[in-house]
């Protein structure tokens, strides 16, 4: 994975009531169908695998975050390998066919052209700034308070926007500080071509990510890649509490338990790598996993309800109460992508599809370097 994951050079809930309300009601839902939940306290007394199919309604198209209200789309466009010289004009058509949210991040190399992208619809009168839900993250070299604040503000002028929807902490891993004049994006590694990591605790971090939302640069701030435990132990000093928890989600990693700890606690959930394996091949990094557009099971939902096997895969995510942020540089693809709001999937079809889980993760730091194992 180590050779063409660096080559390819990067890392890589609805109307509230409000969301601690009603989002924690959906998703629990969705985990013990037959419960009815008067108060989490019936939780451990509750069966513990989730199959419902009765968490999303099909009309809805956006999530609400707790602390702001802000309306986060269910479907994003994910910005990770769409190529820089295609990236403006990707970002563009992607809006015009619909697309509300954007899904970039330091590491990807394209911010700069994607705010292109983002300007000119502006500029044509296409959508306004406050039509498109932006998210960006911060990334692992950047992790010291001051290099956070200042490498937000140096993505914010890439963008040639004045605020992110949404800013989150790419990995909760921090790497020595790279001077962005030397080299950017950074990538995992420093000029010997070894990872080194820093001693920055997350804290630290998170007060910078803190005063980018007091300063107005982000309205919404969040993780990624974090599991449960260091969940936790932001939110026991977060003035700020995260809004949006990005993770690896697909049918060979259901994450079910990680997914019912952020709906407690209020916190969205965006699902990335929907389509598994399909992303990873091209890094050579699918780790021989097996494809999920052309599982039998996938294909035969596909076939019965008239729809893509990627459209079955996003619309499994969707349902669980997840955000998605599908990938794809091939704009055909990018339109049905986003057409997964408006069907629904049996509770026996989200069963099956579940039921595939073999707890595969594809993006794991540990592939790089055995010291950074997060999901150990
Ligand atoms: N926070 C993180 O650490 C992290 C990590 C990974 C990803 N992400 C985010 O999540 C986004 C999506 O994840 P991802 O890029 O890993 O992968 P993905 O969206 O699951 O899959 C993308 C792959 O599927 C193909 N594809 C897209 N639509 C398709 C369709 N309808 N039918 C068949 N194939 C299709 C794409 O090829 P074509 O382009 O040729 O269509 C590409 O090879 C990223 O772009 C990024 O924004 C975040």
């Given at each position: ?49 989730p199959h419902t199919a009765s968490t999303v309604t099909m ?318």
């Open positions: 994975m180590f050779g063409n994951y660096k080559k390819a050079g990067r890392g890589d809930f609805m109307n509230v009531m409000c969301y601690s309300e009603q989002r924690v009601r959906g998703v629990l839902q969705f985990l013990f169908p037959k419960a009815h939940h008067s108060g989490l306290e019936e939780l451990s007394t509750l069966p513990t695998f009309s809805e198209t956006t999530i609400t975050l707790k602390r702001t209200g802000d309306k986060m789309p269910v479907v994003g466009f994910g910005l990770w390998k769409v190529t820089k010289a295609t990236c403006a004009d990707t970002v563009y058509n992607a809006i015009k066919a619909g697309y509300r949210l954007l899904d970039g991040a330091g590491d990807y190399g394209n911010e700069k052209e994607a705010g292109e992208g983002l300007r000119r619809a502006i500029a044509d009168g296409i959508v306004k700034r406050e039509d498109v839900f932006v998210t960006s993250k911060l990334w692992n070299t950047f992790h010291a308070h001051d290099h956070a604040k200042a490498l937000a503000k140096h993505q914010l002028q890439l963008w040639g926007i004045d605020y992110f929807d949404l800013f989150l902490v790419h990995f909760p891993i921090s790497l020595e500080y790279v001077d962005p004049s030397h080299r950017y994006p950074p990538e995992w590694w420093g000029d010997d071509g070894k990872v080194h990591l820093a001693k920055v605790p997350l804290q630290e971090t998170w007060t910078a990510m803190e005063e980018l939302v007091d300063e107005g640069l982000a309205k919404n701030i969040g993780l990624s890649n974090t599991q449960g435990s260091l969940l936790l132990d932001v939110l026991r000093y977060a003035r700020i509490e995260p809004q949006v928890l990005q993770v690896e989600i697909h049918p060979y990693l259901t994450q079910e338990a990680l997914v019912k700890l952020a709906a407690i606690h209020g916190i969205a959930v965006t699902g990335y790598s929907s389509f598994g394996p399909q992303s990873y091949v091209e890094l050579g990094a699918h780790k021989g996993a097996s494809s999920l557009l052309e599982h039998d099971s996938i294909a035969q939902i596909a076939s019965k309800n008239n729809k893509t096997p990627a459209q079955i895969l996003l619309r499994w995510a969707v349902q669980r109460g997840l955000a998605v942020v599908p990938k794809s540089n091939n704009h055909e693809r990018l339109v049905s992508n986003l057409q997964v709001t408006s069907f629904s999937l049996s509770e026996d079809e989200i069963k099956a599809i579940s039921a595939l889980n073999i707890n595969l993760r594809l993006n794991d730091p540990v592939d790089l370097d055995p010291r950074m194992d997060i999901f150990a």
